[in-house]
């Protein structure tokens, strides 16, 4: 049991919160100095489900089912519906134990794999363990394969298509490799969600292939002809140069699409004149069940939008883009509650007046990432206050800083702090010089937002390649960023019996250089020396808000308001008793 209570906490994000109100209330029926409640294990396995609905992170429906003997097996389904692997050494323990557990293995219903290797690494190793594992998954509904190449055991599709009944929606990465024209995965029916995601050796291998690829004439077969009910759809990047001259997407109709996300890919080349609607607007207003949309200039023109009919994407609520494509939203869907700017902007005198003036006319308005790129040295106190004071009604925020030192996170946290009802803060951004550790970083978001209930702050080089690849959604998620990193922390807010912030649970990582250097003895010539490679070394931790205050003198130097006032008391009573003394003296 405690191995695969290990497993499981290492698969998940090891921050605790406390939830008062139903600690509370569950524990009623305890005597006086009592932990854990005696009758909670007595209560149906359904009911203790139910409780366990209303937790928000994993972390806590975890110490819910540890909390009494008898309560995990009871609340397995709740502590394992949602599986996400982030390196190849827990996808590895992990995969075993749930081949070796069937019990617990039926109760994933989303399973994401995602770790980082070469081709020959260990891919074959984790397709083949999932190819195993998949008659023992009855009820997952969702597979997310995100690694750096495709699964080299290609049977692993297969198994997932034959084993899994409930299996709906799929997903897989692109690398050096790609899938051939016979590849399993070319075989579903009746998907409601697919994805795609383009990793780096794909564009090392296959960006400037101007001739079409039998995979990809197998994969949009696949999901025109084969999937008729597809709900969801998210492809990044620029997957091939397309020979047609409109795309195949552009020509699909799926009445019940709900959630749209594509990438820098070129659905219209031909040039067409006025009153000639482009065939991916025609595709637009054929799918008024359309809830988000994230698209880029490549695939729609920013000057396109003008032509939509009046009326149409009526459930339009979440959109990513850029700023230009926000601009022809906004007036035509004031009832957007989630934006995501992905395209970076370039800071100049006039953007902050100019993005301030488009966040402003979305009313309803309750979630917001912006990228940004400072090319020179730039004071964006200015910048992001405009945007906070367009925006008083955000809950998730997330900033991207690129290039160059932007603002310290202190400056960042006093102005977040006029958003009164913000749960969610992330920011990345380039380390300024006199920026404090990223523990002390913590304490001064964690002082100065009460309100927060999560926040991350992640560290990255100026010279990191743009754009910096972001998901679909605005997720509040903690875990292993989604690209390269200096530093990153993930921070939860614990609160006392009033609701008051008293602690903070914080999980660091640090990405450290290492060399392989070969054998003592051996000569390499200095340009043959293998490349750096970089190891996360993680760090979890706990600290108060509110330490034990100093008394007598030691409040003097205390770093903290009433250090401030007793110093200002000590000057005055100094300055009085001099007085006294040269007047009487």
């Known amino acids: 049991m405690k191995m695969l209570l290990a497993d499981n906490c290492e698969a998940m994000n090891h921050c605790v919160r406390s939830n008062t109100c139903l600690w509370t209330h569950l524990s009623r029926t305890n005597g006086p100095g009592t932990d854990t409640p005696r ?39 709740a502590v394992y519906n949602d599986v996400c692997l982030d390196s190849l050494e827990q996808c590895e323990a992990t995969l075993s134990m749930l081949n070796r557990e069937p019990s617990i293995a039926r109760h994933i219903q989303k399973l994401t794999v995602r770790f980082t290797s070469s081709p020959h690494s260990g891919g074959f190793l984790i397709s083949d363990l999932l190819r195993t594992l998949a008659p023992k998954l009855d009820a997952l509904h969702t597979f997310i394969w995100d ?42 029916k009746n998907l409601r969600g697919f994805r795609l995601a383009l990793k780096p050796p794909f564009y090392d291998n296959h960006s400037d292939s101007l001739q079409e690829l039998p995979s990809e004439s197998r994969l949009w077969d696949m999901l025109i002809r084969r999937c008729p009910n597809l709900e969801e759809l998210h492809i990044s990047g620029a997957p091939f140069l397309p020979v047609s ?21 070129v659905l219209d080349w031909q040039p067409r004149g006025g009153g000639v609607k482009p065939p991916f607007i025609a595709f637009l207003e054929a799918h008024p069940r359309l809830q988000m949309l994230r698209t880029s200039r490549a695939a729609l023109s920013p000057a396109l939008l003008t032509s939509l009919d009046h009326g149409a994407l009526p459930n339009l609520k979440r959109f990513a883009g850029s700023l230009e494509h926000l601009q022809g939203l906004a007036q035509l869907y004031p009832q957007i509650t989630s934006v995501a700017i992905d395209e970076p902007l370039v800071i100049r005198d006039t953007t902050p007046l100019l993005a301030a003036g488009v966040l402003q006319g979305l009313h309803c308005l309750t979630e917001l990432r912006v990228a940004f790129v400072f090319q020179a040295a730039y004071e964006c106190g200015r910048l992001v206050r405009s945007i906070v004071n367009a925006c008083p009604r955000l809950t998730k925020l997330e900033l991207i800083c690129a290039r160059r030192p932007s603002f310290t996170v202190d400056t960042l946290a006093k102005i977040v702090s006029a958003l009164p009802r913000l749960r969610h803060l992330r920011v990345t951004m380039v380390r300024a010089r006199n920026e404090q550790s990223l523990r002390e970083c913590a304490a001064v978001v964690a002082r100065s937002n009460p309100q927060l209930r999560t926040f991350c702050i992640t560290f990255i080089s100026p010279s990191l390649p743009l754009p910096i690849p972001l998901n679909a959604d605005i997720s509040v998620n903690g875990g292993e960023p989604g690209h390269p990193y200096l530093e990153s922390g993930n921070y939860v807010l614990q609160t006392d019996e009033y609701g008051l912030p008293s602690s903070v649970v914080g999980t660091e990582r640090r990405r450290l250089h290492s060399c392989s250097l070969p054998p003592f003895g051996i000569t ?53 008793g001099a007085a006294l003394w040269v007047f009487f003296g």
């Open 524 to 576: 390499m010539p200095l340009p043959t020396l293998p490349p750096k490679t970089y190891t996360t070394k993680k760090y979890r931790y706990r600290f108060d808000l509110h330490p034990k205050s100093k008394k007598g003198l030691g409040l003097i130097f205390e770093k903290s308001v009433a250090g401030e006032e007793m110093r200002v008391l000590v000057l005055m009573l100094s300055l009085g």
């Open 245 to 265: 001259v409109v795309h195949p997407l552009c020509y699909a109709r799926w009445p019940r699409l709900r959630s749209l996300s594509l990438g820098d890919i």
């Open 147 to 188: 690694a750096e190449e495709i699964p080299q055991c290609d049977d692993m599709w297969f198994a997932l298509r034959m084993s899994c009944p409930r299996l709906h929606t799929i997903g897989t990465s692109y690398g050096a490799k790609l899938p051939d024209s016979h590849s399993t995965l070319f075989q579903f």
């Open 39 to 77: 009758s909670l294990a007595t209560l149906p396995a359904d009911v203790l489900f139910e409780v366990s609905r209303y937790l928000d992170l994993k972390a806590d429906i975890l110490n819910f089912a540890l909390a009494g003997n008898g309560l995990l097996f009871s609340l397995l389904p």
